[in-house]
C-alpha cells in the first residue's frame, strides 16, 4: 500500500512539476497570445513588429475633403495631426498574460486558448497644431469681406457691383 502511494504521488508530483514547466514556457513567448485583437485586427500569434505591420496596414485613418464653391482641399486626417499610437496599443496587447503574477497569468493564457477572447481599443494621438495650420491657410483663399453695390455720379455714372462675403 506505501508502495501504491508513494507511486501515485510521484505520478502526480511529476505531472504537476511538467504542467508548470509547460506553463512557464508558454509565458516566455515572444508573441502576442491567441484570441487578442485591436479594434478587431486579430493580432494574436505576431511578434511585436509583426503586429505593428498589420495594424499600420489595417487602421486606416482615412481622407477628408474641404470644399469650398469651385475649391476642395483633400487630407489625410495623419496630415491633420491625426495618428494612432501602435507601440502603445500592441504593448498592451502584448502585456496580456504577462502582467500579473506567475498564476494568474496562466489562468489568463489558458482562458486565451480556450474560451476568452480579447479586443483592446486602439490608443489615438492628436497634434492639433497641424490641424491649425491647415485650417489658416484655407481660411486666408476663402475669407473676403462682404462689399456694398456702390453707385457714384460725377461727371459720368460709376456702379461697383456688390461682393458677397465668405468666411470659414
Known sequence: VKKVIAILVS??????????????????????YPSVSIEGIDISGYSIEEAKTILEERLNLGKIAFKFEDKSWDYSLKDLGFSYDYDKSIKEAYDIGRENNLINNWITIFKLNHSDSVDLKS?????YQELDTIYNQIKAEIDRPAIDATLSISDSISITPDQVGAEV
Not at 505520478?11 to 502576442?32: C, G, H, K, M, R
Not at 490608443?123 to 497634434?127: C, D, G, L, Q
Request: hydrophobic share 50%; aromatic share 12%.
Open 123 to 127: 490608443y489615438r494621438t492628436n497634434n
Open 11 to 32: 505520478s502526480i508530483l511529476l505531472i504537476a512539476v511538467s504542467a508548470a514547466i509547460y506553463l512557464n514556457s508558454l509565458t516566455q513567448d515572444e508573441f502576442i
